[in-house]
């Protein structure tokens, strides 16, 4: 199978000694095995429509790269302030240059001992295959799209309900107030998210489709897993009880007339 972007960071991160591969976030991050991160792969990081790697470099690194080639290179989100470069991977900076900044990043955080067996710098060729649309974001998935299509439905016909992105995915509000948002990570699972109150999600967590979400969780939101199948009047009742929880006083009296 001809090999795609990110085919070619897995070659690549992982052609160092002792590098590894884990999930944060659901983002695919590279270390040294039980130390510290030297790679990110970044593909539409909150709707920044990048697809790009994020590097641990050494000091003044960043400036020097960004401000010389600011078509290839960026200062990322949360990690930039800590000297990390954004390496656009789609705008035509060679690989033999992706693999040798690579190196430098985990020659800045390897030990002395790793570094000494790495040996000449991976030659690899440009990918061929393009990513798909729904591959750099999940949420242009056919499956995702039927999903939004029936929420804008639900969510929509609510009084004084409004849609507008946040950091790249769907939320819909009750006024000024978000009471449901859709979300897809880059292993394309489809999550909605609801307020339940903290009491109950124990409830609903014990079901294997529900999970905490990240950022939120600790205010009571609930994530159900869409992946594959939606039940939903489940979706209704939680979309609903959500709402009443957001929805001003002249809001519910409108809904209960309708």
Same mark, same amino acid.
């Given at each position: 199978?001809?090999?795609n =972007?990110?085919?070619?960071?897995r070659?690549?991160c @992982?052609?160092f000694p $002792?590098?590894e591969e884990?999930l #944060?976030? !659901?983002?695919?991050?590279?270390?040294v095995?039980d130390?510290k991160?030297?790679a990110?792969?970044s593909?539409?990081?909150?709707?920044?429509g990048r697809?790009a790697?994020?590097?641990?470099?050494?000091?003044?690194?960043?400036a020097?790269?960004?401000?010389n080639?600011p078509?290839h290179?960026?200062?990322?989100?949360?990690?930039?302030?800590?000297?990390?470069?954004?390496?656009n991977?789609?705008?035509?900076?060679s690989?033999?240059?992706?693999?040798?900044?690579t190196?430098?990043a985990?020659?800045?955080?390897?030990?002395a001992?790793l570094?000494?067996?790495?040996?000449k710098t =991976?030659?690899i060729?440009?990918p061929?295959?393009? @990513?798909?649309p729904? $591959?750099i974001d999940?949420?242009? #998935?056919? !499956?995702?799209?039927s999903?939004l299509?029936?929420?804008r439905?639900i969510?929509?016909?609510?009084p004084?309900t409004?849609?507008?992105l946040?950091?790249?995915?769907p939320?819909w509000?009750?006024?000024k107030?978000t009471?449901?948002?859709?979300?897809?990570?880059?292993?394309?699972?489809?999550h909605?998210?609801?307020?339940?109150?903290?009491?109950?999600?124990?409830?609903?967590t014990?079901d294997k489709?529900?999970?905490?979400?990240a950022y939120?969780?600790?205010?009571?939101?609930?994530?159900?897993?869409?992946?594959k199948?939606?039940n939903?009047?489940?979706v209704?009742?939680?979309?609903?009880?959500s709402y009443r929880?957001?929805a001003?006083?002249?809001?519910l009296?409108?809904?209960d007339?309708?």
């Amino acid at each position: 199978m001809p090999r795609n =972007i990110s085919d070619a960071v897995r070659e690549v991160c @992982l052609s160092f000694p $002792e590098a590894e591969e884990f999930l #944060s976030h !659901q983002t695919p991050n590279f270390r040294v095995r039980d130390g510290k991160t030297f790679a990110t792969y970044s593909l539409n990081h909150h709707g920044d429509g990048r697809i790009a790697l994020w590097l641990s470099m050494p000091s003044g690194a960043q400036a020097s790269y960004v401000k010389n080639e600011p078509k290839h290179f960026f200062v990322p989100p949360y990690v930039g302030p800590s000297g990390w470069v954004g390496v656009n991977l789609d705008k035509g900076i060679s690989w033999r240059r992706v693999a040798e900044l690579t190196r430098e990043a985990y020659e800045h955080i390897a030990p002395a001992r790793l570094k000494e067996k790495i040996g000449k710098t =991976i030659t690899i060729k440009t990918p061929v295959a393009k @990513l798909k649309p729904e $591959e750099i974001d999940p949420l242009l #998935s056919k !499956q995702a799209q039927s999903v939004l299509k029936e929420m804008r439905k639900i969510c929509l016909a609510l009084p004084e309900t409004s849609e507008v992105l946040q950091f790249g995915a769907p939320v819909w509000k009750a006024g000024k107030k978000t009471f449901a948002s859709a979300y897809a990570f880059y292993k394309p699972k489809i999550h909605l998210s609801f307020w339940v109150g903290v009491e109950r999600q124990t409830f609903f967590t014990a079901d294997k489709r529900f999970e905490i979400p990240a950022y939120m969780g600790h205010n009571g939101w609930i994530a159900l897993d869409v992946t594959k199948k939606v039940n939903w009047s489940e979706v209704r009742a939680l979309t609903l009880d959500s709402y009443r929880h957001f929805a001003g006083k002249k809001m519910l009296a409108a809904l209960d007339a309708q």
